[in-house]
């Protein structure tokens, strides 16, 4: 979500669903960061999902090949 819609439901008070994901733990800490900066920001309401970078990065590819902004809204791209 783009940060602006992200602080209006936080100011409703109302969630949105997120992702999250650790690929490299040092500490042993990373995951319950994650959910708490999560919660932080309200996201937690809505639910939190678990998931990897590669599976983040191939849901931005697809969605960046299937959606275009263009000057009349969202429409499908043939990309």
């Not at 100011?11 to 690929?23: A, D, N, Q």
């Not at 999902?49 to 043939?78: N, Q």
């Amino acid at each position: 979500m783009i940060g602006s819609s992200v602080r209006s439901l936080y100011v409703k008070g109302k969630g949105f669903p997120c992702f999250v994901s650790v690929e490299q733990d040092g500490t042993g800490n990373a995951l319950s960061l994650a959910l708490a900066l999560s919660k932080a920001i309200g996201a937690t309401k809505a639910g939190a999902i678990a998931s990897s970078a590669r599976e983040e990065t191939i849901m931005d590819l697809l969605a960046g090949r299937i959606f275009v902004k263009s000057t009349g809204g969202w429409r499908l791209s043939s990309a």
